[in-house]
């Protein structure tokens, strides 16, 4: 099993930038890409960012595409979402999530899960 801690969430205004992070311990040599999700309070979690681990290939939802970077650190295996040009609809809790089933792009392939942390977007 691998373990998942985020960090970096917070309160900021529109326009403004985060950057998430999320420290991956435990059995992480059987992972093999990384996700970030988000669920909004009264909508079904979603997809926002997901990259392998070897090559650094990565995927974007078409909400956060060219304004969100998911990048990784193996030596310090961590992730990190870099959020830039932040918006309302952006608020939500935010999940990091470890697979090794490839790179996939639904919730149901991943199969350790953080905390989630909080983004909230004020206008």
């Known amino acids: 099993q691998v373990q998942l801690v985020e960090s970096g969430g917070g309160l900021v205004q529109a326009g403004d930038s985060l950057r998430l992070s999320c420290a991956a311990s435990g059995r992480t040599f059987s992972s093999s890409a990384m996700g970030w999700f988000r669920q909004a309070p009264g909508k079904e979690r979603e997809f926002v960012a997901a990259?392998?681990?070897?090559?650094?290939?990565?995927y974007y939802a078409d909400s956060v595409k060219g304004r969100f970077t998911i990048s990784r650190d193996n030596a310090k295996n961590t992730v990190y979402l870099q959020m830039n040009s932040l918006r309302p609809e952006d608020t939500a809790v935010y999940y990091c999530?470890?697979?090794?089933?490839?790179?996939?792009?639904?919730?149901?392939?991943?199969?350790?899960w953080g905390q989630g942390i909080q983004v909230t977007v004020s206008s």
């Open positions: 999530a470890a697979t090794s089933r490839g790179l996939p792009l639904v919730s149901e392939l991943y199969n350790s």
């Open positions: 990259i392998s681990w070897r090559l650094g290939n990565t």
